[in-house]
């Protein structure tokens, strides 16, 4: 999907999280350029401030603002819901992005959650149902950034937070995993309970961006070799893309008439690595219905949030 191929986004209000940099940057690059406002909820204020000044020198006349926002806090999500509600505008798209990747030691959020499953999961359930009644306003499109990792992983249920056992890739592994079960049951809930929201689920085959060194860098005193060997990778043109290309399946995910909720879109290249946007097969792990929905009476418990029933 190019960019002259997405829909005109004038009037449309984009939530992005993690637009500070790499994936969710480039999206919201896209989406200002396509005519929609564009919030970017961050962390880190002066990288925000960074990266506003990016979008603006690729989209002069965007309209882009920052918020606050730790997602690997529940008082800083719920902070932020309250500050959106404020203001009182529909949001029309929602790319639930930001995400930590495989630090080397077991870390935690500020409500002690392993911060992975806290974060990548736990953090957009909550910003989800804390925003529900502006997604619900204009029917918004929800697009959750899950991961390839989903294929091979599961949930482990008698150890969600990893406190027996962690493993960097396997614990990354279940939260990506959690992250496509919870777009696909969102999805199914709206249509059920006539909340009007379309979700969709994407992942951006094998990307270059920082993930590669924040996250494997966590936790070691000397620097992981992941973002060097992927650097090499890409440089070779092996199953490595650039963010512009690993952006397309959640940028069609998010925008395009065609793309439907409850669908998962990711790269049609060989594996899955690189390639344009295309709808996928389910993975086996998230294909028994009753997981997803188990998985989401536990999050509503553990982000101290409730759906409409």
């Known amino acids: 999907m190019d960019a002259e191929n997405v829909p005109d986004l004038t009037g449309k209000l984009a939530v992005v999280t993690g637009g500070s940099d790499g994936l969710g940057l480039g999206l919201a690059i896209r989406l ?5 406002e564009v919030v970017l909820p961050v962390r880190n204020p002066a990288k925000g401030a960074a990266a506003v000044q990016k979008i603006l020198a690729a989209v002069p006349e965007a309209a882009v603002s920052t918020r606050e926002l730790d997602l690997a806090s529940l008082e800083s999500i719920a902070a932020l819901a309250a500050t959106l509600r404020h203001e009182a505008r529909p949001i029309d798209i929602l790319i639930n992005n930001a995400g930590v990747m495989a630090p080397a030691t077991r870390q935690t959020t500020t409500d002690g959650l392993e911060l992975q499953f806290g974060t990548n999961h736990i953090g957009h359930v909550a910003l989800v149902a804390r925003l529900l009644p502006l997604l619900r306003l204009r029917g918004a499109r929800v697009t959750t950034m899950s991961s390839s990792a989903a294929r091979s992983a599961a949930i482990d249920w008698d150890d969600l937070q990893s406190e027996r056992k962690y ?12 992250n496509l079960l919870f777009g696909l049951e969102l999805d199914r809930r709206s249509k059920a309970g006539g909340w009007g929201v379309v979700s969709t689920v994407a992942h951006p085959g094998t990307t270059l ?4 060194a924040s996250g494997p860098n966590m ?6 070799p992941y973002e060097r060997i992927m650097k090499l990778l890409l440089r ?12 397309r399946p959640a ?5 395009s008439p065609q793309a439907q909720g409850g669908r ?3 790269p049609d290249g060989i594996g899955q690595f690189t390639g344009g946007p295309t709808e996928l097969s389910l993975y086996k792990s998230v294909r028994p219905e009753r997981d997803a929905a188990r998985l989401w009476t536990v999050s509503e418990r553990l982000a101290q949030v409730e759906f409409p029933v």
Do not use: C, H, I, M
């Open 32 to 36: 200002a350029g396509a005519g929609a």
């Open 209 to 212: 961006t920082n993930l590669y």
């Open 219 to 224: 936790g070691r005193t000397r620097s992981a």
């Open 167 to 178: 493993s960097p890739v396997r614990s990354y592994g279940q939260s990506k995993l959690a």
């Open 236 to 247: 070779w043109g092996l199953f490595v893309q650039t963010v512009d290309a690993g952006l």
């Open 251 to 255: 940028l069609y995910a998010a925008t």
């Open 264 to 266: 998962f879109y990711g």
